[in-house]
Structure formats: C-alpha cells, structure tokens
C-alpha cells in the first residue's frame, strides 16, 4: 500500500481541520457566532480569575432556577456565567446534585451573601460547600506560564529532533504538534468544555505521547535509510518505514484511547481533562502517520528537485 502517493490528500485533511479548529475559536454558539468579542473557548477562572462555587443540593435543579436567584443578589459589578447542574455518584455509590455557579471574583462578604441565596432558595446543606477563588491577575500570569511552558517544550523537542535526525524532520514534528494542540482548542471552544489550568497539563501529555509515536516513524525511516538503494526515493523509504510501524502506532492509540474513554464515562470529576486526551490522542495518531512524515518527504522532494535543477545549470 502506498500511503504517501495520497500525502497531498492526507495533508489537505491537515491543514482543513487546522482552518477549522481555529475557526471554531472565533466563530460558533458560545460567543454568539462570532458576535462578541475575543475567542469562543470557555476559559475557566484558573485564566480569568473569579469564585467558582460547588453548592450541593437535595434534588435536580434547573439553571433557570439558578439564574432567577442570582439575578435578586443586589451586588456592585456582580456578574456571573450560565449556572450548570450537575449529577454525580460519590465514592458509595449515591446519586448526588450540585450546582456550579461562576462568577466575578468576590470577597469574603460577597461570597457569604451569593452562598446565602443559594440556601435560601434550596434549603441549607450538611455537605461541604466547595469554592475556588482566583484573582484575575493570577489568572492573567498563569495564562502567560502556560504558553511559555508550552512553546520551551516545542522548541526543546525541535532542537532534540534537529540534532537526532534533521532540521526538516524538527519543523515536520512541530508542524504536527502545533495540528494536535489547535484541534483541542477547537474542540473545547465548539463543545463549550471549560478550559483551565488542567487542560495545560492534557496538552503537554498529548504534545510528549504525539511525538514519541512520530519519533518511531522517523527512527525507522533513519533505519532503513542506512540501507537504502540508488533507485529507492525518499518517498519509497518513508512510506515502507510508515507500514512496518503503522500497526504499532494504530494499535497503541487505540487501546490508549479505549482505555481514557472508560474514565470520560465513569469518572465525572476528570471529564475535562478526559475530553482533552480523547481528542489530542486522536488527533496525534492521525498527525504522527499522516502529516509528519509526508511534510518531510514533500521537503526533501523539494531539496532534491533543487540539487536537480542546480546540477543542470552548471
């Protein structure tokens, strides 16, 4: 099977999933379709600072209900996101209610008059009442940590690949991890999935899975390349080195994937974090075999056409 003689193809789906997850970040329901300001995903108070609240309750509620409570609290600059319910079963097995209301940073007093609606309209609680406070300026510099750690990993992980194999190969592995990282970001922004400091984590762990499986390939295509015959091309090479590990790498996404998938379904509390390795795993199988490899063989096509034509004019 020759995978690489569709490479143009497989890179089309590359750079239409690229355009649309970024699209995603500007223009879908969560900021009205594009109409308010500034990107679309669901940054969580870890980025934009506020009081997060996890108040318990005794039976289903509805957000509406909420809202109608929130909407009498009498504060100055008091604003808060859509409340979410939530269902879960604890540690025995109990099916338990919760709401989770977002909402401006508060003070200690403001928190105690938000908390006290919630009693009175849904009835005082014996459980523990969670809240997570962040002010925006750590939110603010925490943003700018996570997209430095983000990029000092890239750039570690190019130089590394640059040294081990070649530059072209470096910025072929960039190329694929700068694909896997904006498709989570598209997906959380098209599913309104909460974005926070978790997420960060998620990222980094699909960013090292994604290149260890795209090192495989290129150790392979190293390999064979040692042996290699006159008449071979480089687009023969690569596509023989992507068959002998494709089982490998298909079979260990999936049974990765499976096996994050059963912790998406039973454990509610990882969700998140869950979601994010769903789609960074899928995203990086498909960018280790599919786009690594034949951006490099279309740049060593191009360096050897160049060689070619250079040759000629002498």
């Known amino acids: 099977m020759n995978?690489?003689?569709?490479?143009?193809?497989?890179?089309?789906?590359?750079?239409?999933?690229?355009?649309?997850?970024?699209?995603?970040?500007?223009?879908?329901?969560?900021?009205?379709?594009?109409?308010?300001?500034g990107p679309s995903i669901n940054l969580g108070?870890?980025?934009?600072?506020?009081?997060?609240?996890?108040?318990?309750?005794?039976?289903?509620?509805?957000?509406?209900?909420?809202?109608?409570v929130l909407d009498k609290i009498d504060l100055p600059n008091f604003k808060y996101n859509p409340p979410q319910p939530n269902e879960f079963y604890d540690s025995k097995g109990e099916r338990k209610y919760q709401v989770i209301v977002y909402t401006s940073f508060l003070n200690d007093t403001e928190q105690d008059i938000v908390v006290k609606a919630l009693e009175?309209?849904?009835?005082?609680?014996?459980?523990?009442?969670?809240?997570?406070?962040?002010?925006?300026?750590?939110?603010?510099?925490?943003?700018?940590?996570?997209?430095?750690?983000v990029a000092i990993a890239s750039l570690l992980m190019l130089i590394y690949i640059w040294f081990r194999f070649e530059l072209a190969s470096g910025i072929a592995s960039i190329i694929a991890l700068i694909h896997d990282s904006v498709v989570v970001l598209g997906m959380f922004a098209l599913f309104g999935q909460e974005f926070n400091a978790t997420?960060?984590?998620?990222?980094?762990?699909?960013?090292?899975?994604?290149?260890?499986?795209?090192?495989?390939?290129?150790?392979?295509?190293r390999e064979n390349q040692q042996f290699k015959s006159k008449d071979i091309s480089f687009s023969e090479l690569a596509n023989d080195s992507i068959l002998q590990t494709f089982r490998r790498s298909l079979n260990t996404g999936l049974t990765t994937i499976l096996a994050v998938c059963v912790l998406f379904l039973m454990v509610p509390s990882v969700q998140e974090f869950c979601f994010a390795l769903i789609v960074g795993l899928v995203a990086g199988t498909y960018s280790s075999i599919f786009v690594a490899s034949p951006i490099w063989t279309v740049f060593k096509e191009w360096q050897e056409s160049k060689r070619k034509q250079q040759a000629v004019s002498r």
């Open 45 to 68: 108070i870890d980025f934009t600072g506020g009081t997060k609240i996890y108040f318990p309750v005794s039976r289903p509620v509805s957000s509406d209900e909420v809202a109608v």
């Open 3 to 37: 995978i690489l003689k569709y490479r143009w193809f497989f890179i089309g789906i590359f750079i239409i999933t690229m355009v649309l997850s970024v699209t995603f970040l500007f223009v879908n329901p969560y900021n009205n379709w594009g109409t308010k300001p």
């Open 199 to 221: 997420i960060i984590g998620a990222l980094l762990t699909i960013v090292g899975y994604s290149i260890n499986d795209t090192i495989v390939v290129f150790d392979r295509i």
């Open 120 to 149: 009175d309209a849904f009835g005082k609680t014996s459980e523990h009442i969670d809240i997570t406070r962040v002010d925006p300026l750590i939110g603010q510099e925490l943003v700018r940590n996570a997209v430095t750690a």
